[in-house]
């Protein structure tokens, strides 16, 4: 159970078989929606993990608030019968890499038998929901696909929010997740995957065309990432009158394998942002875009949600944005 699997990791005295062994901790931190609140020897958060991860003042004001407050939570089933809805981030929380982390399996199923709703919220916009839903499969969890939020859902959720026209186009840097939800809610799209191996010959007078048409830009994680992309991109927000630039999320690193960290789409998104000039709408954490669609879609209050990851500056970050509560646990990095 949470309950168990919080005190233990707190206090390293109950079965470590079981649930003990849930995110893989040896603790687990409790964050109130005006304060943050985390424990353990690791509190400094690793140096090169994440203060040189966000060079934003505002995020490092964030963690050295955080750091002042830090208090390990104490009573598991009291923030269990205090909230009605439990978000979890996925990468780091409830998988690393195509590995399911100890003791998730048993937690998810105690939440969901004491009524709790379960939503599962990542920044990862590679996969649509529906190919979440399979990966939550494939590790043998049982996720329904309107339970799963990912940013590339984010991404088509905002543009049907702000009546994007169906007329228009989406140009995008990233991969298939995007494309699909994309499909999925009738917008017109470009790029993607099939423009990583397009190359830029460049020569005297040359000039790269690009579609008029395009009133979007969005921009995710992408292992096809290239120049072509980048000009492209940059041609469409620079020069289409109004076109938007949108970012799935800005994250410092990813867990593309449980073997290390490795570079994220704010990497992506920094090459657009320095050749634009122009600061990115961000739809995934920290931005309130996801978590006032949730309250909205489940009729639930804020207070009543708890925000479950394993990041200060997009997980802990967005529940206190959301003004939520907040659980992090130090399974994605330590």
Not at 17 to 43: A, E, I, P, Q, Y
Not at 131 to 154: D, M, N, P, W
Not at 196 to 202: A, F, Y
Not at 219 to 232: A, I
Request: hydrophobic share 35%; charged share 25%.
């Amino acid at each position: 159970m949470l309950s168990k699997a919080v005190a233990s990791a707190v206090s390293v005295t109950l079965n470590p078989k079981t649930t003990s062994k849930f995110f893989g901790l040896k603790r687990v931190s409790f964050v109130s929606s005006d304060s943050l609140v985390f424990g353990g020897k690791n509190s400094s958060f690793n140096a090169d993990g994440l203060k040189k991860s966000r060079s934003c003042s505002r995020m490092e004001s964030f963690v050295t608030k955080a750091s002042a407050s830090a208090q390990p939570l104490k009573n598991a089933d009291e923030l269990i019968d205090s909230v009605e809805t439990f978000i979890f981030d996925c990468d780091g929380v409830i998988w690393k890499g195509d590995k399911l982390i100890d003791g998730v399996p048993e937690t998810l199923d105690m939440l969901r038998s004491k009524g709790k709703r379960l939503v599962f919220v990542t920044n990862n916009s590679t996969k649509s929901r529906k190919q979440y839903g399979k990966k939550f499969e494939t590790l043998g969890l049982t996720v329904t696909e309107e339970e799963i939020f990912a940013s590339s859902f984010a991404a088509a959720a905002y543009l049907k929010s702000i009546d994007f026209p169906k007329d228009k186009k989406v140009y995008v840097v990233g991969e298939d997740g995007i494309l699909k939800e994309l499909e999925l809610a009738g917008f017109q799209y470009l790029g993607g995957p099939e423009d990583g191996g397009k190359k830029i010959e460049l020569k005297p007078g040359f000039l790269m065309e690009h579609d008029k048409d395009v009133g979007a830009v969005v921009v995710g994680f992408d292992r096809y990432f290239n120049y072509y992309k980048v000009q492209y991109g940059t041609l469409c927000i620079r020069e289409n009158p109004g076109c938007l630039f949108i970012a799935t999320n800005r994250d410092a690193v990813t867990h593309l394998t449980d073997a290390q960290e490795w570079a994220g789409g704010g990497s992506m998104v920094g090459a657009f942002v320095g050749s634009t000039q122009r600061e990115p709408l961000v739809v995934g954490k920290p931005s309130t875009f996801m978590m006032d669609y949730l309250a909205n879609k489940f009729g639930i209050q804020k207070s009543q949600i708890c925000m479950v990851g394993d990041r200060l500056d997009t997980d802990i970050l967005f529940g206190q944005n959301g003004g939520c509560k907040t659980l992090l646990v130090l399974s994605g990095k330590w």
